[in-house]
């Protein structure tokens, strides 16, 4: 989880180097327009805002190529609906394209609404808007990772990997009586946080995806981390992401004071095993709305073995260790009563 999330503000302030035949998007309008703005309009700049709002990208926009190939038509959509013969060329995966005209077909019985894309070598060609959403990502970093991560045969492989992964640190860590977070703990709430964060972000993100799947669209073709520029459900879910970073961060320092570097490695792998199960776990069953009263169990669960298990609110008399109870010391032996 967390070198997800590092990766994603790597992303973020890696600055782009700009396409050379990116577009200037001329009509490129937001949900903000006032009515006004809006009636002032040309019919056809209506339409392209109309648009803009509905598809959340318009004239100008950059897309890379996620899957293999696609084709571009040389000749109008019109001849295509026509059944004339038409050519066509393939853009390889890894490309990037612009969208240069977008074009509403309303006698095409397959999609109505045909893309024009230029490619970086200054080709022009026709698609359907539903052919090529299913091939391209918004050339942004951040947009990309959303779609790694939204991919089904990835989510199944890291189900699959996160438990197999858990299970065999969780064993291994009991073998040596190691400290675990939720069983044996540090004397830290950071690692109880950092879990419970990545529980709520992930039951948050699935909740917009139930609810309001529109804006986090919205979001995933104008990706930002700044979570005051985007409406509330968006804001609230970047500032969790802005948390698990921090509480990561904190959670590290203090793993690194109080155990020895092999220790604190084998703490640190536990932890982050356990937030990614968390995060399928809770980003999967509340899409089915299973995940609302897994999280109050889970919330119950890990607090109740904060407070019982991790703190420490004695200390020996003979050495100063930090005890979880009265009774002998487990570093001197000694007996405190």
């Not at 999330?5 to 200037?24: A, D, V």
């Not at 675990?180 to 004397?187: A, L, P, R, W």
């Not at 529109?214 to 970047?238: C, G």
């Amino acid at each position: 989880m967390m070198s997800f999330l590092l990766l994603t503000i790597t992303g973020c302030y890696n600055r782009r180097t700009p396409s050379r035949f990116q577009l200037k998007d001329s009509t490129r309008l937001t949900d903000s327009m006032t009515q006004a703005k809006f009636d002032s309009l040309s019919m056809d700049q209506k339409d392209s805002a109309d648009f803009a709002i509905k598809h959340h990208y318009s004239v100008g926009f950059n897309f890379i190529i996620r899957g293999d190939s696609i084709d571009l038509i040389k000749q109008q959509p019109e001849e295509v609906v026509s059944n004339m013969t038409v050519d066509s060329f393939a853009v390889k995966k890894g490309a990037r394209v612009a969208v240069t005209d977008i074009h509403m077909l309303k006698s095409d019985s397959v999609d109505s609404v045909w893309i024009q894309l230029v490619t970086d070598q200054y080709e022009l060609g026709w698609i359907h808007e539903s052919k090529l959403l299913k091939n391209v990502d918004p050339d942004d970093p951040i947009s990309q990772f959303i779609s790694t991560f939204s991919n089904r045969h990835l989510i199944f492989f890291l189900i699959i990997i996160s438990f197999i992964a858990v299970g065999y640190i969780i064993r291994k860590l009991m073998r040596r009586k190691s400290h675990i977070v939720h069983f044996n703990d540090i004397n830290s709430f950071y690692p109880t946080l950092l879990a419970l964060i990545v529980a709520s972000s992930a039951t948050f993100y699935a909740t917009i995806q139930n609810f309001t799947p529109d804006t986090w669209r919205a979001f995933y073709f104008h990706p930002t981390l700044n979570p005051f520029s985007q409406p509330w459900s968006i804001a609230i879910f970047l500032i969790s992401v802005w948390a698990m970073l921090i509480v990561g961060l904190a959670t590290i320092d203090d793993t690194r004071h109080q155990l020895k570097f092999d220790d604190a490695f084998w703490y640190l792998c536990g932890l982050g095993a356990v937030c990614a199960v968390d995060y399928i776990v809770f980003s999967i069953s509340t899409l089915y709305f299973i995940g609302y009263p897994l999280l109050i169990a889970y919330f119950w669960f890990a607090l109740r073995s904060y407070f019982r298990n991790s703190r420490n609110v004695y200390i020996c008399g003979n050495c100063g260790a930090r005890l979880h109870r009265k009774g002998r010391c487990p570093h001197c032996g000694a007996m405190n009563e």
